[in-house]
């Protein structure tokens, strides 16, 4: 049984910093494709930043090109979004996602590139 386990959110202030985890379980594929969104209230979901699991692919939003930076430890299946200068726009539920089907470029960032969720964990950046 697949399993994505997000960890990592919580609240600062703007400029701040924060490391989000994604524990991925219950893939029998080599290489697995995962990636983060993140949804405010009232907003559609919006793709940021993907990843290859295993390999070097990597992609982002431009609202978060030099700020986030996604990076992986493939032995333990794991993804971390890494976070910095945060701003109050990026407040927002943050989202997990993965598939074992080949995604590249800006596929990455779309929500129907992806066929598993994990449960999201809550980031609030204030002014």
């Known amino acids: 049984q697949v399993q994505l386990v997000e960890s990592g959110g919580g609240s600062v202030q703007a400029g701040g910093s924060l490391r989000l985890s994604c524990a991925a379980s219950g893939f029998t594929s080599r290489r697995i494709y995962l990636g983060w969104f993140r949804q405010a209230p009232g907003k559609e979901r919006e793709g940021v930043a993907g990843i290859a699991l295993g390999g070097a692919r990597t992609m982002y939003d431009d609202s978060v090109k030099g700020r986030f930076t996604v990076s992986q430890d493939s032995a333990k299946k794991t993804v971390y979004l890494q976070m910095n200068s945060l701003k109050p726009d990026d407040t927002a539920m943050y989202y997990c996602?993965?598939?074992?089907?080949?995604?590249?470029?800006?596929?990455?960032?779309?929500?129907?590139?992806?066929?598993?969720w994990g449960q999201g964990t809550q980031v609030t950046v204030s002014s």
């Open positions: 996602a993965a598939n074992d089907v080949f995604i590249d470029g800006w596929y990455f960032l779309k929500g129907s590139s992806y066929k598993y």
